[in-house]
């Protein structure tokens, strides 16, 4: 018997006769042959040293020296040392749980700072504690609008990035709600076809700034023309651009949600990363994950406490406001710390310098014959170019000259096979932007 599975033979065979099913290889017939294991019979275990050895090799045959111009939601920001410093604090990291108040002051105000952060940085009344991600925080943002309104018709812009698109149809799959998706139109959200789906069946709108596609827009009018109708509108927003931008609250939008992995987040290989959600003060009730909140103690002293729990999985089960209870409090601790390290002029002198040396990227691409760089909508530190040839291929060949070029986006968009996103941040220096540049024009020859 295996040491680490405790059931028995009976215990499988009990098992698999209560479910219907005949033998341990027949629950995975739906996985296609190519996919599925091939063989349960795993070696024996090796010694610490093998193991570290093993992934030592392994990791050193990664592209660890690639100079990347790939975002697509993720992007390579520095990372102060003292973010790392600070958070590896044994009172940080090792924290007690904030649901007993008591023994976790500390934490407390720590996510209490990094929800005032946020709120700064929005401009909007309230926010939670974090979620898992940005993707499944624009989810949220779409139950919250489903809840207030109590209507089914989800109007969604075509620049909201496909990979938060795609989640969310997984996760609403079984859910009877009815999607629209609308195009875009040079880069940005097509007015006349929004307006057209928006009537009093539609519970929320749901928009991204900048979009997918490195567009940065002013949603006012569209958020009025919703608000007409009593919808509620929800936007995605990058948040170092707010350092530069509108913010969601002076657009008059209702739920703002984000990726924080660009608050100071190593990229670390996909995760783990930080969903951050703000909204309105009248909506907070319907608002999921842990809300932080600052009193008094008996004797009259300021203190912190986790507020509105009847809202978690925990205490209402089935009628809570979230089923992914996850928050990565410690993520966002480190976020916090980065908004303080930067505060308001570091926060703009940040985006101003994404959006410089993206501005000065462009303008090398442009001087390659070949290439249409996209001009027609204003952009902030990403942009899209379309190549003489296929973009996957062109960054298949950029990686032995040591960049990531970017993100093909046929990947997504039939027909856009020849467009390709590029992505500069403060960390790209114009050796490394002209480099790139002579890279590319030497594998479009």
């Given at each position: 018997m295996n040491p680490y599975i405790p059931n028995t033979d009976n215990d499988v065979r009990t098992m698999l006769e209560t479910i219907g099913v005949k033998s341990i290889d027949a629950l995975f017939v739906d996985i296609k042959p190519e996919h599925a294991p091939k063989s349960f019979d795993l070696p024996s275990g090796k010694s610490e040293f093998e193991v570290m050895e093993r992934l030592r090799l392994m990791a050193s045959r990664n592209a660890g020296t690639l100079v990347p111009f790939i975002g697509g939601g993720y992007y390579d920001h520095y990372v102060p040392a003292a973010c790392g410093a600070l958070i590896s604090r044994g009172e940080f990291y090792t924290a007690y749980t904030p649901y007993q108040p008591e023994c976790a002051q500390g934490t407390l105000q720590a996510l209490f700072e990094y929800q005032s952060g946020i709120c700064a940085l929005t401009g909007m009344d309230v926010s939670n504690a974090s979620l898992y991600d940005g993707g499944t925080a624009l989810y949220e943002a779409m139950m919250m609008g489903i809840r207030i309104t109590g209507r089914k018709k989800v109007v969604m812009d075509g620049g909201v990035s496909p990979i938060y698109r795609k989640l969310i149809r997984s996760y609403t799959h079984n859910l009877h709600f009815e999607f629209v998706e609308t195009p875009v139109v040079h880069g940005q959200s097509d007015r006349k076809a929004m307006t057209?789906?928006?009537?009093?069946?539609?519970?929320?709108?749901?928009?991204?700034?900048?979009?997918?596609?490195?567009?940065?827009?002013?949603?006012?009018?569209?958020?009025?023309?919703?608000?007409?109708?009593?919808?509620?509108?929800?936007?995605?927003?990058?948040?170092?651009?707010?350092?530069?931008?509108?913010?969601?609250?002076?657009?008059?939008?209702?739920?703002?949600?984000?990726?924080?992995?660009?608050?100071?987040?190593?990229?670390?290989?996909?995760?783990?990363?930080?969903?951050?959600?703000?909204?309105?003060?009248?909506?907070?009730?319907?608002?999921?994950?842990?809300?932080?909140?600052?009193?008094?103690?008996?004797?009259?002293?300021?203190?912190?406490?986790?507020?509105?729990?009847?809202?978690?999985?925990?205490?209402?089960?089935?009628?809570?406001?979230?089923?992914?209870?996850?928050?990565?409090?410690?993520c966002a601790m480190q976020a916090s710390v980065f908004m303080s390290l930067m505060g308001r002029r570091g926060f703009r002198e940040l985006a101003q310098l994404n959006l410089d040396k993206a501005e000065f990227a462009r303008q090398e691409l442009a001087k390659i014959p070949g290439v249409e760089v996209k001009r027609s909508s204003p952009t902030f530190n990403e942009f899209t170019v379309r190549l003489p040839k296929n973009a996957a291929d062109v960054v298949e060949a950029m990686i032995p000259r040591g960049f990531a070029a970017g993100f093909p986006l046929g990947r997504y968009y039939p027909g856009m096979e020849n467009y390709l996103l590029v992505a500069v941040t403060e960390k790209r220096t114009k050796d490394e932007i002209v480099a790139f540049a002579k890279a590319l024009a030497e594998v479009l020859r």
């Open positions: 057209a789906f928006l009537d009093k069946d539609t519970a929320v709108v749901m928009l991204q700034n900048p979009n997918f596609f490195g567009t940065i827009d002013d949603f006012s009018d569209i958020v009025a023309k919703a608000h007409e109708l009593g919808i509620i509108v929800a936007a995605s927003v990058y948040p170092v651009s707010l350092g530069l931008l509108k913010t969601p609250a002076e657009m008059g939008i209702d739920i703002v949600t984000g990726e924080g992995q660009s608050l100071g987040l190593p990229l670390n290989f996909g995760g783990p990363y930080l969903g951050f959600m703000a909204t309105r003060r009248k909506f907070i009730r319907q608002m999921p994950g842990r809300i932080v909140g600052e009193t008094v103690d008996a004797q009259g002293r300021r203190c912190f406490v986790n507020t509105l729990q009847a809202r978690e999985q925990h205490i209402r089960r089935e009628k809570a406001t979230s089923n992914i209870c996850t928050n990565v409090a410690l």
